[in-house]
């Protein structure tokens, strides 16, 4: 198999250093690997497959000759540095948020819609973490019975935030002040996840279901959602409640979900089967479980899933979504 030149942006951040570790692990064809952050980080050393790479500062020309270029080091550095590296030659897939709502930009949840890359611009955007894990159960659903609208309530966990998350966790939980979220997160949920907009809704509510639309090709499907941060280190929670235009059946949504790639059915409450974060923290599974037939509407289920929001949520969605891209080139 032919090798290839990779270069991670954000490489120090919990997403960047999850990118080496999942890359590692699903043995992309790596024939040299370059790694960048911000000034602060210049010279730190990070391990990948056994070997010890320095990290750099970003410069002009520094992506001439990469073949993959994975971002996560925040929309304003993407703004700037994808555009650059695309020009430059390398694919870049992007975690941040900048490019996703981009016309030219292919929105890729690979499981559901790797062809869109094609035809388009060389940036290809990561969803946001939520959306993820809840479009792919909801793909599935629509296979089975045709959906028609949803509404999401999100259990997010602090790594979303990054590391100034999970460190604020751990300085709360220390008894000591909260220093990034608005209230003490380890002691009561916060329904405050990125900047409000005057119609009351967050941006990263609007992220759900902006993107929820982009990735299924439905650009009219009715979505709301409501995002609130809790305190867990890691793997995001969302109930579904989705309403569709064919009758629906729980063993079928069951089969429709098992059967769906990348999907865990656990959903046998009475014996405490169930998504829980501790079992979705560490892999790239989405799990779904609590599926029942909604008592509110006709033709609606209920649903939850929880998946690891650092992994399938950002890493490992863009390393799978690098994979299934040589897999291509390489037919
Ligand atoms: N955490 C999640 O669950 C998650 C999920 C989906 C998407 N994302 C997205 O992924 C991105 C990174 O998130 P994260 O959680 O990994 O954040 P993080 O832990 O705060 O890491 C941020 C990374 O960006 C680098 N960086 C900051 N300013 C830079 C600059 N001017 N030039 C080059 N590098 C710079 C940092 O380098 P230094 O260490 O040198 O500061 C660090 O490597 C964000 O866009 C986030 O929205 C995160």
């Given at each position: 198999m032919k090798s290839y030149n990779f270069a991670v942006v954000g490489a120090t951040g919990l997403v960047g250093r999850t990118f080496l570790k999942v890359m590692e692990e699903y043995h992309l064809p790596v024939k040299s690997l370059r790694l960048f952050a911000s000034a602060?980080?210049?010279?730190v050393k990070l391990t990948y497959a056994g070997k010890e790479y320095e990290v750099e500062e970003l410069k002009e020309g520094c992506f001439v000759g990469t073949d993959f270029a994975l971002f996560s080091a925040g929309a304003s550095v993407s703004k700037i540095w994808a555009k650059v590296a695309s020009d430059e030659g390398a694919l870049v897939v992007d975690n941040s948020s900048q490019w996703r709502m981009e016309e030219d930009c292919a929105l890729i949840v690979p499981e559901i819609n790797i062809d869109d890359y094609k035809d388009k611009s060389r940036i290809i955007a990561n969803p946001n973490c939520s959306t993820i894990q809840s479009v792919l159960p909801l793909k599935a659903l629509d296979e089975a019975f045709g959906l028609k609208k949803v509404t999401f309530t999100t259990y997010q966990a602090v790594s979303g935030s990054g590391k100034k998350g999970l460190d604020d966790l751990a300085r709360c939980e220390r008894g000591e002040k909260n220093q990034f979220y608005p209230y003490d997160i380890s002691k009561t949920c916060i329904p405050e996840i990125d900047i409000f907009y005057d119609d009351g809704y967050s941006k990263e509510e609007m992220k759900m279901v902006n993107e929820t639309r982009k990735i299924l090709h439905r650009p009219d499907l009715k979505i709301s959602a409501t995002c609130i941060r809790v305190p867990v280190p890691v793997a995001h929670g969302v109930v579904m409640q989705a309403e569709f235009k064919k009758p629906v059946d729980v063993i079928k949504a069951r089969i429709a979900l098992a059967n769906y790639e990348d999907i865990k059915v656990l959903d046998d409450p009475k014996n405490h089967i169930y998504p829980v974060s501790t079992i979705a923290a560490g892999n790239d599974y989405v799990y779904v479980g609590r599926i029942r037939k909604d008592l509110a509407v006709d033709n609606g289920l209920l649903l939850y899933s929880v998946a690891d929001n650092v992994r399938k949520g950002a890493a490992s969605n863009a390393v799978q979504i690098v994979k299934k891209i040589i897999a291509e080139w390489e037919h």
């Amino acid at each position: 198999m032919k090798s290839y030149n990779f270069a991670v942006v954000g490489a120090t951040g919990l997403v960047g250093r999850t990118f080496l570790k999942v890359m590692e692990e699903y043995h992309l064809p790596v024939k040299s690997l370059r790694l960048f952050a911000s000034a602060k980080s210049l010279g730190v050393k990070l391990t990948y497959a056994g070997k010890e790479y320095e990290v750099e500062e970003l410069k002009e020309g520094c992506f001439v000759g990469t073949d993959f270029a994975l971002f996560s080091a925040g929309a304003s550095v993407s703004k700037i540095w994808a555009k650059v590296a695309s020009d430059e030659g390398a694919l870049v897939v992007d975690n941040s948020s900048q490019w996703r709502m981009e016309e030219d930009c292919a929105l890729i949840v690979p499981e559901i819609n790797i062809d869109d890359y094609k035809d388009k611009s060389r940036i290809i955007a990561n969803p946001n973490c939520s959306t993820i894990q809840s479009v792919l159960p909801l793909k599935a659903l629509d296979e089975a019975f045709g959906l028609k609208k949803v509404t999401f309530t999100t259990y997010q966990a602090v790594s979303g935030s990054g590391k100034k998350g999970l460190d604020d966790l751990a300085r709360c939980e220390r008894g000591e002040k909260n220093q990034f979220y608005p209230y003490d997160i380890s002691k009561t949920c916060i329904p405050e996840i990125d900047i409000f907009y005057d119609d009351g809704y967050s941006k990263e509510e609007m992220k759900m279901v902006n993107e929820t639309r982009k990735i299924l090709h439905r650009p009219d499907l009715k979505i709301s959602a409501t995002c609130i941060r809790v305190p867990v280190p890691v793997a995001h929670g969302v109930v579904m409640q989705a309403e569709f235009k064919k009758p629906v059946d729980v063993i079928k949504a069951r089969i429709a979900l098992a059967n769906y790639e990348d999907i865990k059915v656990l959903d046998d409450p009475k014996n405490h089967i169930y998504p829980v974060s501790t079992i979705a923290a560490g892999n790239d599974y989405v799990y779904v479980g609590r599926i029942r037939k909604d008592l509110a509407v006709d033709n609606g289920l209920l649903l939850y899933s929880v998946a690891d929001n650092v992994r399938k949520g950002a890493a490992s969605n863009a390393v799978q979504i690098v994979k299934k891209i040589i897999a291509e080139w390489e037919h």
